[in-house]
């Protein structure tokens, strides 16, 4: 056969191919539906004629919505509202950021709250925030030789962690250091306040201590930080590794180290929060190699005795006086006395796990269990004396972390416990040590007088919580009086007087888990509002006083995650909603329970529960996407005080995914309910029918609004475009606002706040309606 040169094509042919199949029906796609073929930061309201009807995307999904008469979507305002959020208290305290609180005067103190800094000042109550950083804050150390504080953080998404140098006096941000990845564990100033050690990493890259010099000490007073940026600084005068599995907490020696080039001895643990088994317990000392360099040895610590005398965590680790010695709390209700790596005494204090640890500088030690809530008090002579008569402990094993081993004598192993960084078979939990509470509390040692929290007037605070201390803060007052910061792992922070062996009172607190549910008593007379919590609890909060309602705690138990709240009109009832999918209404303020029911035969969960202005319904939503609606009698016709009577009204149906936001007509007849997939329903509460929008367009709704679908929130969605449904979780509006009655009247204009998924909360007009909407954001 020839070969032939290929036909040529016809000339109607020739240029840009003909689309595929698939291409043809995007096409079509996009000619029928052109609102949903827009990309995705493409215009969200698509106003379809001029009576208000508008087609408007929420999340990423679009609806058909019908303003009132009146409103020009077209032209809707878009400009930041006049007015901005303050923070006016913090409440709570990070449980799990062990060794972050400090004192720096007599009446200041230090502690952070998710991702803020909080500086409180106890008399009289104040508080000033320093934020300066974008996530939560997971240490924080202070140096009273500088005044400075020092903070690290966990990564936000798309971004490495950074640590924060600041200025407690008025909250400025002096110096920031970059270097590790994933998380920030442990941060310290030297005695001297002249370094600044790091340590942070992830398991797959692994951990690295460092250390930082030349950064902005702030000491010259006459200079003015206000408009001046910060200095930045990437390249540390010393780093060593520490292998990837990682240690939660740090202590700096405060006495060693107050020359610049003097040597400094750190330790890094685990602090009861490792995940993998064995003891992380590794010394450090920073010594100066070269001109501004620092070279940093690290040194495994060693555990001696038997294998059944070892922990299984350290909770604390503490530093002496002397600064070459330093006191260990384990898991097993054991104080240990490290020097140079080697643990030469142990005192047994308690059957249980020793939460913290401090030794003063005359001597004087300040110990408390970390489950059976009692305080140990004694002297570090006590201490030596009994550890003498006890003999000293036989050298031991020093274990890798790989489990090879180096040493002079061979040690039998455990098969669930680690010894040494020993990796053992079972996970061990950080209360390892399993007994009764009388053998708990029982002080093992003569040394040591125990002293229990109820007896030294803490009794309701211990009824209502669990108090697992495990960071302490002692100071010496000018008056002689020492007095100590307890922060305990859920997250309470107590005041006790160490000279009195007394409870002062608890400074703050805050929920264990996930705060889910949030509502204000409707009555001016009484500030109060309450919250619930994923573990099953709810707690109430004085507005006047800033602090919270003592004793007046409901627990339900752990499956019982409480994901909704609210107050009748008239606060004379109270009801809860359940993440099990349960219900109850409790009288209030007695809190006696009057109604308890489970509406969805799923058991889905209760997403929120709401009265109507006369208090006599009760609207429940529920992931099933049902609404049950309760109807409330009172028994002697005033108040729910006496009794009432509840009775299951209509189940509203035909919604096609799980209902999130319910509201009421300010008339009471309708109920509007948005789902998760940003569908709108109006129902009939009399007929149990489903109405369209059109019969309600001139009718208002109850205040505030509080549903992330509407026309009122077209302006939330469009400014945040590419965020889906769950990403913006509430929305609230305020119709007056201002500090007193005459700005109040002369406000201008309502406003909206809205909660995003990242824990930003931003500020708008209200109603927010235009496509560009600014607005304020605080996180």
Not at 163 to 182: A, E
Not at 433 to 444: G, H, L, N, R, V
Not at 621 to 646: E, P
Request: charged share 20%; proline share 5%.
């Amino acid at each position: 056969l020839s070969r032939r040169a290929p036909a040529a094509r016809p000339q109607q042919c020739r240029g840009r191919p003909r689309p595929s199949a698939r291409r043809r029906g995007a096409m079509a796609f996009r000619n029928a539906h052109p609102f949903k073929a827009e990309r995705q930061h493409s215009h969200y309201i698509k106003p379809l004629t001029g009576d208000g009807r508008a087609v408007a995307r929420f999340g990423r999904q679009a609806q058909t919505v019908l303003a009132p008469s009146g409103f020009d979507l077209e032209n809707a305002p878009a400009e930041k509202p006049n007015a901005q959020l303050a923070i006016d208290w913090v409440h709570g305290y990070n449980g799990r950021a062990v060794g972050s609180l400090h004192w720096i005067s007599d009446v200041d103190i230090v502690f952070p709250v998710g991702c803020i800094g909080v500086v409180q000042r106890l008399e009289p109550p104040a508080q000033r925030y320093f934020r300066g950083h974008s996530a939560t804050i997971l240490c924080i150390s202070y140096c009273a030789a500088n005044g400075l504080c020092v903070s690290g953080q966990r990564c936000t998404k798309g971004a490495d962690p950074f640590v924060c140098i600041w200025s407690p006096r008025d909250c400025g941000l002096r110096t920031v250091l970059l270097l590790h990845s994933s998380r920030i564990l442990g941060v310290g100033f030297s005695p001297g306040g002249d370094r600044v050690f790091t340590y942070g990493g992830n398991e797959r890259e692994g951990f690295s201590m460092a250390v930082w010099t030349d950064f902005d000490t702030g000491l010259d007073p006459s200079r003015d930080y206000d408009g001046v940026l910060p200095l930045v600084l990437r390249e540390p005068v010393g780093v060593n590794t520490a292998g990837k599995v990682p240690a939660f907490a740090m202590a700096v020696s405060g006495s060693s180290g107050r020359g610049p080039r003097d040597p400094v001895y750190i330790v890094t643990y685990d602090a009861g929060l490792g995940m993998q088994p064995g003891v992380i317990l590794d010394f450090w000392t920073c010594v100066a190699s070269r001109a501004s360099r620092f070279d940093i040895v690290k040194q495994n610590g060693v555990f001696s005795g038997s294998v059944e005398d070892r922990p299984r965590r350290i909770l604390c680790c503490t530093w002496s006086e002397q600064s070459t010695k330093c006191l260990v709390c384990g898991d097993n209700g054991c104080l240990y006395l490290f020097e140079g790596g080697q643990a030469h005494a142990r005192l047994n204090v308690c059957g249980g796990p020793l939460g913290f640890a401090h030794v003063s500088p005359d001597g004087e030690m300040f110990l408390g269990g970390f489950t059976n809530r009692t305080l140990y008090f004694g002297n570090m002579v006590n201490f030596k004396q009994c550890a003498d008569e006890a003999g000293h402990l036989e050298p031991g094993v020093q274990e890798r972390r790989d489990g090879g081993r180096r040493g002079r004598a061979e040690r039998p192993r455990s098969a669930s416990m680690g010894v040494g960084g020993l990796r053992s078979r079972q996970r061990p939990s950080r209360t390892a040590t399993s007994k009764c509470p009388d053998e708990e509390a029982q002080c093992m040692d003569p040394c040591l007088e125990a002293v229990k929290l109820e007896d030294a007037g803490a009794a309701l605070v211990c009824a209502t919580s669990e108090l697992k201390p495990q960071t302490v803060a002692v100071r010496t007052l000018t008056d002689g009086r020492k007095v100590a910061l307890i922060g305990t792992e859920d997250c309470h922070l107590l005041l006790v007087d160490v000279s009195a062996h007394r409870f002062h009172k608890t400074l703050t607190l805050a929920h264990e888990g996930e705060t889910w549910a949030l509502c204000f008593y409707p009555s001016k007379a009484l500030p109060l509002f309450a919250t619930g919590s994923a573990l099953g609890t709810v707690r109430f909060w004085d507005l006047g006083r800033c602090s919270p309602v003592e004793g007046r705690v409901l627990k339900y138990g752990r499956g019982k995650g409480v994901s909704a709240l609210d107050f009748s009109k008239a606060g004379d009832s109270f009801a809860i909603g359940h993440a099990d999918g349960s219900i109850r209404i409790l009288a209030f303020p007695e809190l006696r329970p009057v109604f308890e029911d489970v509406p969805s035969k799923m058991r889905a969960a209760i997403t929120e529960i709401k009265f109507n202005m006369a208090g006599t319904l009760l609207a429940v939503a529920s992931r099933d996407a049902n609404i049950y609606l309760f109807r409330v009698f009172a028994t002697d016709g005033v108040g729910m005080g006496s009794g009432c009577v509840v009775e299951r009204g209509h189940t509203l149906k035909g919604m096609s995914c799980s209902v999130l936001h319910i509201m009421f007509l300010s008339r009471g007849d309708f109920l509007m309910a948005g789902t998760a997939d940003s569908q709108i329903g109006i129902f009939d509460i009399h007929s149990g029918e489903r109405s369209g929008q059109h019969t309600l367009r001139e009718q208002g709704w109850e205040s505030p609004w509080t549903s992330t679908c509407g026309w009122p929130v077209l302006g939330m969605w469009s400014s945040h475009k590419g965020l889906s449904m769950n990403d913006i979780d509430t929305c609230c509006s305020l119709d007056q606002w201002g500090q007193d009655e005459h700005s109040r009247r002369h406000s201008r204009g309502p406003l909206l706040a809205c909660g995003r998924d990242d824990g930003v909360i931003c500020l708008f007009q209200f109603p927010a309606l235009a496509e560009d909407q600014q607005y304020w954001s605080y996180h």
